[in-house]
């Protein structure tokens, strides 16, 4: 019987390189955003058993998928300052 002794391998910090090629070999943006994120998920995990080099990357597209999800769930709307009501530009007097 053989006991491993070594100690474990720290985690690699994400490469930007890695994260490129992953986007664009194996997780391209459109499967991201259109894919279900059950699916998503498998597929992440499918990348990580069998190219264990991005591991520290799928995970960040995962998490930039669910975040960008998160933003458009809810309603549409436009950012900044409410708007007071005004009066419409044809009911104005027109001077001369």
């Known amino acids: 019987m053989h ?17 490129a090629t992953l986007t664009a070999t194996l997780l391209p ?6 894919a279900p994120l059950k699916q998503l ?9 069998t190219h264990p080099h991005y591991q520290e ?5 995962l998490a930039w998928e669910e975040q960008r999800r998160q933003r458009l769930r809810g309603e549409l709307h436009v950012a900044g300052r409410p708007v007071a009501p005004a009066a419409s530009v044809h009911s104005r007097p027109v001077s001369a």
Request: one cysteine or more.
């Open 29 to 34: 943006p459109a499967l991201v955003q259109l």
């Open 3 to 19: 006991l491993n002794t070594d100690p474990a391998v720290p985690m690699r910090k994400p490469c930007i390189r890695d994260l």
């Open 41 to 49: 998920r498998r597929r992440v995990r499918e990348i990580n058993a």
């Open 57 to 61: 990357e799928t995970p960040l597209v």
